[in-house]
């Protein structure tokens, strides 16, 4: 049981460039989110998912794109990547609220 | 959306039992409170969740007054690897809505020896 996964841990961009930061769960859990914590701060979120098929915003959504296809996989894209969206991004997932989120291990990101 | 005000740090000594207070003056009906801690480079690690009274698991206890405006984490006998961020969070969590939980700054617990 592998919980939360993310991947890649770290990536260096360089600014205008796209990408897209997996995050997949095994644990059948039907709610998803995407946070991004930047240094000495809390987690901010920017995306989130009730089921396959379902999306919306979270408090800093501009920049990023998500989608649901899968109960198992939200991934994260960042369409034209700015030195402002350097951060650490984590993505969590949660059954139904109850119990709280189980968070992944983070993704490191660094726009030059 | 239910604002929480912690204190900003707090220090312990190893053994020590810690407890660390959570203001949430507008808590709506149906919300919960969670608490979470972060090490370092890492995710956020749930620790607790309640509604109101005790709830108690191997980790920490939580409790809530019946007015239900602040709640209280509380870490018993605790060492240098419990030296972290704790996050206190309130929101209804049957909504389907994560922006009902919304991460503050935390307090950052320091252990001494």
């Known amino acids: 049981n592998a919980g939360v996964t993310q991947t890649p841990k770290f990536q260096v961009l360089k600014t205008g460039q796209s990408m897209t930061l997996q995050c997949a769960q095994d644990?059948?859990?039907?709610?998803m989110s995407w946070y991004r914590q930047d240094p000495g701060m809390g987690l901010r979120l920017i995306h989130y998912s009730v089921g396959a098929g379902i999306t919306d915003q979270g408090e800093v959504p501009n920049g990023y794109n998500v989608s649901r296809s899968t109960t198992e996989d939200f991934p994260l894209r960042l369409l034209s990547a700015a030195p402002s969206q350097t951060s650490v991004y984590f993505c969590a997932s949660s059954l139904q609220g109850v119990g709280g989120y189980t968070f992944g291990s983070g993704t490191r990101l660094t726009v030059v | 959306l239910a604002k929480t005000t912690q204190p900003i740090s707090m220090d312990s000594y190893e053994g020590q039992e810690v407890n660390i207070t959570c203001s949430h003056n507008?808590?709506?009906?149906?919300?919960?409170i969670t608490w979470y801690q972060q090490f370092p480079s890492q995710g956020p690690r749930f620790i607790i969740q309640?509604?109101?009274t005790k709830v108690t698991n191997e980790v920490a206890s939580l409790f809530i007054p019946a007015d239900r405006k602040s709640s209280t984490l509380s870490l018993p006998r605790v060492s240098l690897s419990d030296t972290a961020v704790y996050y206190c969070l309130v929101g209804d969590i049957s909504s389907g809505s994560a922006r009902q939980l919304t991460f503050g700054s935390g307090t950052q617990l320091t252990v001494l020896p």
């Open positions: 644990m059948n859990h039907e709610y």
């Open positions: 507008n808590i709506a009906t149906n919300d919960y």
């Open positions: 309640g509604y109101k």
